[in-house]
């Protein structure tokens, strides 16, 4: 009873630990998103839970390095010049599109 009962508890650990790691994101890129959330919503106690509840749950729809792809595309495009040009005009918009979608899903959930 104890050997199945301890089995069990791995196997959710074991579970638990590997899907975090498919999707888990660095603890600064975390707060980076934070910080920008907060400074734009309010700098209020409220406003830092649900910052917080939406990149929990962007993190749970986009995997970091498709995270970290848009918000590199959708950075480079708000540069001047040719450079903001290539980026656009990339094959890069249903990359951006879908960190929209998450952080619009995540925004209906936390806010």
Known sequence: MIRA???A???IWAGTAGAQAVNDYPTNARADY???CMATNGQTRDVLDKCSCAIDQI???LPYDAYVKAETVMAMRQMGGER???FR???TNDMVANFHRAEAEAEILCF
């Open 89 to 91: 005009n990339m094959g």
């Open 84 to 86: 903001s040009a290539a």
């Open 59 to 61: 993190a749970e729809i």
């Open 5 to 7: 009962t301890l089995t």
């Open 34 to 36: 934070v910080f920008v």
């Open 9 to 11: 508890a791995l196997a």
